[in-house]
């Protein structure tokens, strides 16, 4: 059979290319070599609770994210985090981060006194005076403009926790698209940028999340691409363009070097990292003692989590279907050069340290643990590099193109308008 449209991958980045080929008219056909589709945004069953596995959140900007929901019908259970905030585990203490901040840039380093100290807050105010500086990476940027505290403290277990990687190896416009504009605009002020990128943010948050899990949005694309036409097939290997006869080609995985045969460097794999989710019987995290979750410096030996989110605490909704008393928490490991592989016994450990609250066995209802690899490609220099010469070789193909995290960047608000682009271009 001759296919109109073939993609391959069946992550968010495929099935939203297929939906946009389908919604065309396009005989399409998805396949995916996993038994499951929608890559880091997955979802899994833990103590009888429908849970994300991967991604529990999408970031606000730029609205293609939402314009997405409200086509699939999902507008309506889009929902914002409860407004708990978040804290950071430092060496020396616990404190708050601040929560009109960009990957814990402060807009008001004032405000995050507290976790940085007054001299840590004295010198990050220097930057509403310093006159405008280039920089190299993220980590760069923020030391000039507002001291190593602020990076060690607040952007570092962030940028962390968030990419797997050091702000330092990172370019600042792959990780924090508008920052750049916005830092011209405010003639060099990171605060200001930071203050002028999160009031433009939908309802003041930068993240939200759907009612029933991220994983909602995978069922809603396929039945959509199924609906319009298109055929999604899981467990299938392709090796090679010629395995399909079909018209146009979107490769949404970074295979797509070796499948077309490119002479460019190989892209980043980004960091293994494995979640760990606990679901535990214990009405001592009611009062929610470290808001919606913590974020881990590097500094703090005491943990070897990277992370923890109290999904409970962070989602009205899970805190309904989960019932009084009861609460879903769930730890991150692995940065980039670690390859930590945790048990039970170890993120209960954390999980106590990092709550401020003894969490026993006793406890726990249910446990699950999901090992992600390339889920998160690192934005380094090399990674863009990289990824500029696939879309400079790709670009003269007739009928080709490549989308997914590994050339877009991560999350869906990176993701989606870039798929969807790389639809419209073989249409």
Same mark, same amino acid.
């Given at each position: 059979?001759?296919?109109?449209?073939?993609?391959?991958?069946?992550?968010?980045?495929?099935?939203?290319?297929?939906?946009?080929?389908?919604?065309?008219?396009?005989?399409?056909?998805?396949?995916?070599?996993?038994?499951?589709?929608?890559? *880091? #945004? +997955?979802?899994?069953?833990?103590?009888? &609770? $429908?849970?994300?596995? !991967?991604?529990?959140?999408? =970031?606000? %900007?730029?609205?293609?994210?939402?314009?997405?929901?409200?086509?699939?019908?999902?507008?309506?259970?889009?929902?914002?985090?409860?407004?708990?905030?978040?804290?950071?585990?430092?060496?020396?203490?616990?404190?708050?981060?601040?929560?009109?901040?960009?990957?814990?840039?402060?807009?008001?380093?004032?405000?995050?006194?507290?976790?940085?100290?007054?001299?840590?807050?004295?010198?990050?105010?220097?930057?509403?005076?310093?006159?405008?500086?280039?920089?190299?990476?993220?980590?760069?940027?923020?030391?000039?403009?507002?001291?190593?505290?602020?990076?060690?403290?607040?952007?570092?277990?962030?940028?962390?926790?968030?990419?797997?990687?050091?702000?330092?190896?990172?370019?600042?416009? *792959? #990780? +924090?698209?508008?920052?750049?504009?916005? &830092? $011209?605009?405010?003639? !060099?002020?990171?605060?200001? =940028?930071? %203050?002028?990128?999160?009031?433009?943010?939908?309802?003041?948050?930068?993240?939200?999340?759907?009612?029933?899990?991220?994983?909602?949005?995978?069922?809603?694309?396929?039945?959509?691409?199924?609906?319009?036409?298109?055929?999604?097939?899981?467990?299938?290997?392709?090796?090679?363009?010629?395995?399909?006869?079909?018209?146009?080609?979107?490769?949404?995985?970074?295979?797509?070097?070796?499948?077309?045969?490119?002479?460019?460097?190989?892209?980043?794999?980004?960091?293994?990292?494995?979640?760990?989710?606990?679901?535990?019987?214990?009405?001592?995290?009611?009062?929610?003692?470290?808001?919606?979750?913590?974020?881990?410096?590097?500094?703090?030996?005491?943990?070897?989590?990277?992370?923890?989110?109290?999904?409970?605490?962070?989602?009205?909704?899970?805190?309904?279907?989960?019932?009084?008393?009861?609460?879903?928490?769930?730890?991150?490991?692995?940065?980039?050069?670690?390859?930590?592989?945790?048990?039970?016994?170890?993120?209960?450990?954390?999980?106590?340290?990092?709550?401020?609250?003894?969490?026993?066995?006793?406890?726990?209802?249910?446990?699950?643990?999901?090992?992600?690899?390339?889920?998160?490609?690192?934005?380094?220099?090399?990674?863009?590099?990289?990824?500029?010469?696939?879309?400079?070789?790709?670009?003269?193909?007739?009928?080709?193109?490549?989308?997914?995290?590994?050339?877009?960047?991560?999350?869906?608000?990176?993701?989606?308008?870039?798929?969807?682009?790389?639809?419209?271009?073989?249409?």
């Amino acid at each position: 059979m001759t296919w109109d449209a073939v993609v391959v991958g069946g992550g968010i980045a495929g099935l939203v290319a297929a939906r946009e080929l389908a919604h065309e008219g396009l005989r399409t056909l998805v396949l995916e070599e996993r038994e499951t589709l929608g890559g *880091a #945004v +997955a979802g899994h069953t833990v103590a009888g &609770l $429908r849970l994300d596995a !991967g991604a529990e959140s999408y =970031a606000t %900007r730029g609205g293609t994210v939402a314009a997405l929901l409200d086509e699939l019908g999902l507008s309506d259970r889009v929902c914002a985090p409860e407004p708990h905030g978040s804290w950071v585990h430092l060496p020396h203490g616990d404190g708050p981060l601040p929560r009109t901040g960009l990957l814990g840039i402060p807009a008001d380093p004032w405000a995050a006194r507290g976790t940085l100290g007054l001299v840590g807050a004295a010198r990050a105010s220097l930057d509403l005076v310093l006159p405008a500086t280039a920089a190299t990476s993220l980590g760069d940027l923020v030391r000039r403009r507002m001291g190593a505290r602020v990076l060690d403290r607040l952007v570092r277990p962030v940028v962390g926790g968030v990419h797997a990687a050091d702000p330092d190896d990172l370019a600042v416009d *792959a #990780v +924090a698209p508008g920052l750049p504009d916005a &830092l $011209r605009r405010e003639r !060099g002020s990171l605060a200001r =940028a930071v %203050r002028s990128l999160r009031a433009s943010a939908p309802a003041g948050s930068a993240v939200q999340g759907i009612a029933g899990g991220m994983h909602v949005l995978v069922d809603a694309l396929v039945a959509d691409i199924e609906a319009h036409g298109g055929t999604v097939r899981t467990g299938t290997s392709v090796t090679s363009l010629d395995d399909e006869r079909a018209d146009r080609w979107v490769l949404a995985t970074p295979a797509a070097v070796d499948l077309l045969g490119l002479t460019v460097g190989r892209p980043d794999p980004g960091a293994q990292v494995t979640l760990v989710t606990l679901v535990l019987g214990d009405p001592a995290l009611d009062a929610a003692p470290r808001g919606t979750g913590v974020l881990v410096a590097r500094e703090a030996t005491d943990v070897t989590a990277k992370a923890l989110t109290h999904a409970t605490a962070k989602w009205a909704w899970l805190a309904q279907a989960a019932g009084p008393g009861r609460h879903v928490v769930r730890l991150s490991y692995g940065r980039a050069g670690e390859d930590v592989q945790p048990d039970v016994d170890l993120a209960l450990r954390d999980a106590s340290v990092l709550l401020g609250t003894p969490l026993s066995r006793d406890r726990l209802e249910g446990q699950a643990v999901v090992r992600w690899t390339q889920a998160l490609p690192r934005p380094s220099a090399h990674h863009a590099r990289v990824v500029a010469d696939v879309r400079a070789a790709v670009e003269p193909l007739a009928g080709v193109a490549v989308c997914g995290a590994w050339v877009a960047g991560n999350g869906l608000a990176s993701v989606v308008p870039d798929a969807r682009a790389a639809a419209r271009s073989v249409i």
